[in-house]
């Protein structure tokens, strides 16, 4: 009976330590509201221009928000905002994914706090290595 709990406790033990240790060195997050520059190193993104990139990598942000209503009429979008600077989404397929050091889908909200009004659907931030004077 005591060679019974002594086995049970070194299973439990090894157990514990086995999910302890698998948090830490995960490799690059998937989902979430940030694509890193380690993510945009992908062989599969070579050659893409940054809207194609979050298309295969976070295809959410992309998604048309707001009301479907056929009478409503407007961009149903996020924006994109390339170094502090506010684009229609569309121009981030000028923007190639070697040039962007990191991405950011931000919402409504916090976009219209940091940005002003005209984010109604949220904002996709992209810093790039060549900043503007």
Sequence with gaps: MRTSRM???AVCCVLLAACASSGGAAGPRRGGNTITAEELKEPA????NTYDAI???RPNWLRER???SIR???DNFPKAIINDVPYPL???KSVSVPEVTEMQFISASDATTKYGTGFPNGAVLVLTAQRPD
Excluded: F, I
């Design 7 to 9: 086995n049970l406790s």
């Design 45 to 48: 993104l070579a050659g893409l």
């Design 90 to 92: 569309e121009y981030l």
């Design 72 to 74: 409503q009429s407007g």
């Design 55 to 57: 298309q295969r990598l």
């Design 66 to 68: 707001g009301s479907s």
